[in-house]
């Protein structure tokens, strides 16, 4: 009895055994339906809710039909800019191209080769100082009967300069250069002839010549001007003698000679320029009252310069000019400023 219910249990064990094992196999194994199926993903929760379907965008009823607007018709172009007035003229007053340089030049080499000779061009450079022996408002001209040198308008007082003989009758001053060509030569002296007492008056011997007589109006001429002469003192040069005065005039050097010049022909061509003097060197520093002098006489003659192309046209070619009569090193004795 205890075999068979040994075996009974044996049995049954084992029939248990093969029971659990084919249900795990049946686990196991996949199932096919035509096509392998593939594990899905576990449901999420909670489940997510529907959306909710898009709204469509609110519709509007259609726009009539418009026109595009008219443009504004463009506005008529401005009136036309009033022309400018014409420029007023330049200054210093523009010379034809090469003309400054020529003329500049060519003091800078008469002064710097003067010698003494008979022409004007190549003695140096003939120069006017005004001393109010002139034209007044016009002191490019010479004195008018209504001034009180009238009786000293019959001639004009000069000096010829060069680098040999840098003498003026006034150191510092201003005036005016003269065109060789224009200037007609009376007489001349290699120092200060004291011509103003020189007149020749309604009683006048015949001959007498304005500036180069005697103090009673006598013709005054030096007969013998050579080198060795000593009768050249007080008497005029005449006016073929000129290099003679400038030959004495280098043997005695130190003062500024005085020559006589016609008037009666005087144009706006006898100013060949006009000019100040810069100081020399050896005067610096300056005084104040020097100072004062010098500045002077450059204002007058910036003042003649503008007045005299007022007068005759700004074309009119006569520069203003610096001179130096010692110039410093690399430096020319003429220099224009207007």
């Not at 205890?2 to 049954?12: L, Y």
């Not at 040999?164 to 200037?183: D, H, N, Q, R, V």
């Not at 400038?246 to 706006?268: C, F, I, K, Q």
Request: net charge negative; proline share 15%; charged share 20%.
């Amino acid at each position: 009895m205890i075999i068979m219910a040994a075996t009974g249990m044996a049995v049954v064990v084992a029939f248990m055994g093969a029971t659990v094992l084919h249900s795990m196999r049946q686990r196991a194994r996949p199932v096919f339906h035509g096509v392998r199926s593939l594990p899905t993903d576990p449901p999420l929760y909670p489940p997510p809710s529907p959306s909710s379907p898009l709204r469509p965008p609110p519709s509007h009823p259609p726009l009539p039909f418009q026109s595009p607007p008219e443009l504004p018709s463009p506005s008529p172009p401005p009136p036309p800019m009033p022309a400018s007035p014409s420029p007023s003229p330049l200054w210093p007053p523009p010379w034809p191209p090469g003309v400054e340089a020529d003329i500049v030049q060519s003091l800078n080499t008469r002064y710097k080769q003067g010698t003494a000779s008979g022409d004007l061009v190549q003695a140096g450079i003939l120069v006017h100082q005004f001393d109010d022996t002139e034209g007044g408002e016009a002191p490019w001209l010479p004195c008018p009967p209504t001034r009180w040198c009238a009786d000293i308008g019959d001639r004009v007082s000069a000096s010829l300069i060069s680098a040999k003989l840098p003498y003026l009758f006034k150191e510092g001053g201003a005036g005016m250069i003269l065109t060789p060509s224009k200037a007609e030569v009376r007489c001349s002296y290699f120092a200060d002839g004291g011509t103003m007492s020189k007149r020749c008056g309604p009683d006048a011997p015949e001959g007498c010549v304005p500036g180069c007589c005697d103090n009673e109006g006598k013709p005054n001429w030096c007969e013998d001007v050579s080198a060795s002469s000593q009768a050249i003192y007080q008497c005029a040069f005449r006016p073929e003698d000129f290099g003679a005065m400038l030959m004495h005039h280098e043997m005695r050097p130190g003062m500024y000679n005085e020559v006589v010049v016609d008037p009666t022909r005087w144009s706006a061509e006898t100013t060949e320029a006009f000019y100040f003097v810069r100081p020399k060197l050896s005067e610096y520093p300056l005084s104040k009252e020097r100072r004062e002098e010098v500045e002077g006489f450059e204002s007058f003659a910036r003042f003649v310069h503008r007045k005299f192309h007022e007068r005759y046209g700004v074309g009119t070619l006569a520069p203003l000019v610096r001179l130096e009569l010692e110039p410093e090193l690399g430096r020319q004795p003429f220099t224009r400023v207007a």
